[in-house]
């Protein structure tokens, strides 16, 4: 009795003392990036491109998953409410900031979610049909006020980055523009080659072949610094609005309670695979920005985006609940 009473204890202390031995060897399989929006887009081809990177170092497939919808509310729920062991994260972009500023009701609250480390951006680049007679965002403000407010500005939908863009230039300028709200960036794009619309704002991956087949017309960039491999298209800062400023970034996030060392890890891998030139390669090749960061450096830029955009914000909503 007193033997098997000893085996049973010995077990018990073994099992107990191999458990963290177990959950140290993070990851034992798959990962999944869970993603906003549909393939092909800048939010979905930055972590695309990085995932690659990251699975080499961690030795586990990092696979990509697609949620599109509800200006990625699905997506940003799903990991909001996934078990925080370390196989389920969020690609998130700057809806992760917006959708609470702008909607009353939200299935997940903000604190559902931790940073893990930021990603790479894809400078917004403001566009017109050529046959808009401007080139340059000043030229621009001046020719939409003398529309009579008449002027067309297409989104991809209500709190994207393009309706943030028209929103800032409104708030610089005094210039009121008629939005008119696509379903997705490809679709507002398409609107403002068809001439259906006047200008609008999207990532640079998404508008850069356009412009460079002369299907539209670039008037600035409103990213921090000049697009890398295309340094022509001058920045919003450097032609008088500072303001006018905004990106389409994605940044990796966990949910809540995800414990710390697997969260230092993904960041490490993360800024590891960001280093790499095939990495790297790929993402200035499609005119994104390779940035990467701490922890603590992505929570800076959330509490900065959010205090940055709220009155922005405020305003959307006044103007399109009249």
């Not at 995932?51 to 990092?62: C, D, H, T």
């Not at 960039?221 to 400023?245: C, D, H, L, M, N």
């Not at 309670?257 to 890890?265: E, K, L, V």
């Amino acid at each position: 009795m007193l033997g098997r009473l000893v085996i049973f204890v010995v077990s018990f202390v073994v099992c107990a003392v191999a458990a963290p031995a177990a959950r140290a060897e993070w990851p034992e399989r798959a990962i999944h990036w869970v993603v906003g929006f549909a393939p092909g887009g800048a939010n979905d081809l930055i972590p695309r491109f990085t995932a690659e990177g990251v699975s080499k170092l961690i030795g586990q497939p990092v696979v990509i998953d697609n949620r599109p919808g509800a200006g990625a509310l699905i997506a940003t729920d799903l990991v909001a409410h996934a078990q925080p062991d370390g196989y389920t994260f969020l690609v998130g972009a700057a809806n992760t900031v917006t959708n609470s500023l702008l909607l009353k009701d939200m299935p997940y609250k903000d604190s559902d979610l931790v940073p893990v480390g930021m990603i790479a951006a894809a400078p917004s680049t403001i566009v017109v049909n050529p046959s808009v007679p401007v080139s340059n965002l000043a030229e621009f403000v001046a020719w939409a006020k003398a529309q009579g407010g008449k002027a067309t500005w297409s989104t991809a939908g209500n709190g994207s980055t393009p309706d943030f863009v028209g929103e800032m230039i409104k708030e610089a300028t005094g210039v009121s523009f008629t939005i008119v709200p696509y379903r997705s960036g490809g679709d507002s794009v398409n609107g403002v080659i068809a001439n259906d619309v006047s200008a609008t704002s999207e990532a640079s991956i998404v508008v850069l072949p356009k412009i460079q087949a002369g299907m539209l017309k670039a008037i600035a960039t409103t990213y921090e610094k000049r697009i890398s491999i295309y340094p022509s298209i001058t920045t919003t800062a450097e032609q008088g609005f500072p303001t006018v400023q905004i990106s389409h970034w994605a940044a990796l996030f966990a949910p809540a309670g995800t414990p710390a060392p697997i969260i230092a890890r993904m960041n490490a891998a993360l800024q590891e695979a960001l280093k790499m030139p095939d990495v790297r390669g790929k993402l200035t090749a499609n005119a994104i920005e390779p940035i990467g960061g701490s922890v603590v450096e992505l929570a800076s830029f959330m509490k900065s985006e959010r205090q940055r955009l709220s009155d922005l914000a405020a305003n959307m909503k006044v103007s399109k609940d009249n």
